[in-house]
């Protein structure tokens, strides 16, 4: 290559250092074949589909990535293995979740899950996801899985303000943050039934000044009503779900 012109050489180190796509065939045949990855997690992946997902955000090799609300952490190891040993995955957790009973067997499947440093690039995050304590413009994207809904359902009337202030803080230019959520009807409520409304996220993502990009259909039921709660045995897993992916871009 010593004899190619300089703006050639220049222009194939460029290419060199891009960011590669996800391969959703691969990444699908890894999370499979990951004999450390818990069963449960592998059991729900038809249904949420894991790699056309994260292919829909635009989650790339090498980005800088976190799971909020992460709990035991099945998106995180999701991220882990897309980001790659290049990338960096912060698996954040209020302080409050990992308490009590519940939160004590939470705090146990994560630490089973990143056990002799089998997901080598995910950083645990202790913090409330209003106030993550990362620096400004550091994340390429961010991703929260079903349970955005519960910022509607705070005490806290402006949960859902502070924390898209704090997805604006450090998310750069162009970063993503993606929505995963149980799709809501407007006839019923949703709060009690642990869902939101596309039309009222789409609408306070924009009014905190983000860019609403795109919103996926790659795990849409017609099947469900919306009626009952997702925890409803006849529906649990298979809910109608909206993803949409959301952007900073000023």
Not at 122 to 151: C, K, M, Q, Y
Not at 161 to 172: G, T, Y
């Amino acid at each position: 290559m010593k004899n190619l012109p300089v703006v050639l050489m220049s222009l194939l180190i460029g290419f060199s250092n891009v960011a590669q796509a996800i391969d959703i065939i691969e990444l699908t045949a890894t999370l499979g074949n990951d004999v450390g990855r818990p069963e449960a997690d592998k059991a729900r992946d038809a249904g949420r589909r894991p790699a056309h997902v994260l292919d829909f955000l635009g989650i790339e090799d090498g980005m800088t990535v976190i799971d909020l609300v992460a709990a035991a952490g099945y998106y995180t190891e999701v991220l882990s293995h897309a980001v790659g040993p290049n990338g960096r995955v912060y698996m954040q957790n209020s302080a409050a979740s990992l308490s009590g009973n519940r939160g004590e067997r939470t705090a146990e499947a994560i630490d089973q899950r990143l056990a002799n440093n089998r997901l080598a690039n995910v950083e645990r995050v202790t913090r409330d996801p209003d106030d993550l304590g990362l620096p400004a413009n550091s994340l390429d994207a961010a991703v929260i899985a079903l349970e955005f809904h519960e910022f509607y359902r705070s005490d806290n009337s402006n949960a859902v303000v502070d924390f898209l202030a704090e997805m604006r803080r450090v998310l750069k230019i162009g970063g993503v943050l993606g929505i995963i959520e149980h799709a809501g009807h407007p006839i019923y409520d949703n709060g009690a039934l642990h869902r939101a409304l596309e039309s009222q996220v789409v609408t306070d993502a924009q009014n905190a000044g983000m860019f609403v990009e795109a919103s996926g259909k790659l795990l849409r039921n017609i099947e469900d009503d919306r009626s009952a709660t997702v925890f409803a045995p006849e529906i649990r897993g298979v809910t109608d779900r909206f993803v949409l992916r959301i952007i900073k871009n000023h």
